[in-house]
């Protein structure tokens, strides 16, 4: 097998036009050359947010789930509390405020877990998760598009939710199965 330069794009774009926008993502269409050498087209969702979500820790490792129909699935979901954030506003931030609309919940700790591509075969969608700790309680503020229960569950069942397929967001499984790497190797106090 031949080494590929994984600096070389061997993708080339002949011609791209918007097919749609929105307020949240823009659908873009290249005409290409394939890495093979033949025509064709790729479809690119680009997204106008940064994603960001956050495993909220209280001292006996219980966290917080946010329940939500899902109108793309047209079903149920429980997540960890995760939304968007302009591009200009620091992710911290953004990750803040979106705890407080959805949970309720300030922290006066928090630790970086991790930057992931949501989707990468069709949307350049960056998502960044956040750990919360040393947590105070007051009154959620969500959006008008979100109708959301809120639940606190121990941290190792959340874990069990995504073993069992009960948790299908891939944000929040790869938030939830680094922390809890995190919590065995004892990088979390």
């Given at each position: ?39 064709g ?93 040393d947590?105070?309680?007051?009154e ?50």
């Amino acid at each position: 097998m031949n080494k590929i330069d994984e600096d070389k794009n061997p993708w080339t774009n002949l011609a791209a036009k918007e097919v749609y926008t929105n307020p949240w993502i823009r659908v873009v269409e290249n005409q290409v050359i394939k890495p093979m050498g033949g025509e064709g087209i790729y479809g690119v969702v680009h997204f106008k947010n940064l994603a960001v979500g956050i495993i909220a820790l209280d001292e006996n490792l219980n966290t917080w789930l946010v329940g939500q129909y899902r109108y793309t699935l047209n079903r149920y979901s429980w997540e960890m509390p995760e939304g968007g954030g302009a591009l200009d506003t620091p992710p911290i931030e953004s990750a803040k405020r979106e705890l407080l609309e959805e949970t309720g919940i300030t922290a006066r700790r928090w630790t970086k877990l991790m930057d992931i591509h949501t989707s990468n075969s069709v949307t350049d969608e960056i998502a960044i998760a956040y750990i919360a700790q040393d947590l105070s309680f007051g009154e959620a503020e969500p959006e008008d598009t979100e109708e959301l229960q809120l639940k606190k569950v121990p941290f190792e069942e959340v874990v069990d939710m995504v073993m069992l397929g009960e948790i299908t967001d891939a944000f929040t499984i790869c938030a939830i199965l680094k922390t809890k790497l995190w919590i065995d190797n004892g990088m979390i106090s």
